[in-house]
């Protein structure tokens, strides 16, 4: 099957740009275009009207703002190699901006990375990843840590 539109889900993280890696891989192969998506979160409860749960819109505006150059740095890198790449930066729960934008981008894949977190930790913050895996209406790439980043994402390293 040959992809045509690759999102790529980055949280800001060092190690969510391996995804980006793998999106080049199947992008050159596919002649795809990549959609880099960032989301800043927003707490559920703040949806629900909860008022302990205020959400700082200056603070987030300014995290997107952040987002938004990081993945545009991202995008001209890529856009150097000779691919064709958007940046999309939304507000919402990760999860759901995900879906979202396969939807409304017509999205064939999603390369995305998983921290890899166990036990307790993976039960108290869910995974995304795993989450996108059983929900997504097309195919997902996930891109494992290495051993050295697992231990450090774990704080062993």
């Given at each position: 099957m040959a992809y045509k539109k690759i999102l790529v889900p980055l949280d800001g993280s060092s190690?969510?740009?391996?995804?980006?890696?793998?999106?080049?891989?199947v992008a050159k192969t596919d002649h795809a275009s990549i959609i880099l998506l960032g989301v800043v979160e927003i707490p559920p409860a703040a949806f629900?009207?909860?008022?302990?749960?205020?959400?700082?819109?200056?603070?987030?505006?300014?995290?997107?703002?952040?987002?938004?150059?990081?993945?545009?740095?991202?995008?001209?890198?890529?856009?150097?190699?000779?691919?064709?790449?958007?940046?999309?930066?939304?507000?919402?729960?990760?999860?759901?901006?995900?879906?979202?934008?396969?939807?409304?981008?017509?999205?064939?894949?999603?390369?995305?990375?998983?921290?890899?977190?166990?036990?307790?930790?993976?039960?108290?913050?869910?995974?995304?990843a795993e989450k996108v895996v059983r929900t997504a209406s097309c195919s997902v790439l996930i891109v494992r840590p290495t051993a050295p980043e697992l231990k450090v994402l774990e704080g062993n390293g």
């Open positions: 190690f969510s740009k391996r995804a980006v890696d793998g999106a080049i891989k629900e009207g909860y008022t302990e749960f205020a959400v700082n819109i200056e603070a987030n505006e300014e995290l997107k703002k952040k987002l938004s150059r990081s993945l545009n740095e991202e995008a001209d890198k890529l856009r150097a190699k000779g691919l064709s790449v958007a940046v999309i930066v939304k507000e919402g729960l990760p999860i759901e901006e995900i879906d979202a934008t396969v939807e409304s981008e017509g999205v064939d894949l999603i390369v995305m990375t998983t921290h890899g977190r166990r036990g307790f930790s993976r039960f108290l913050l869910g995974s995304v």
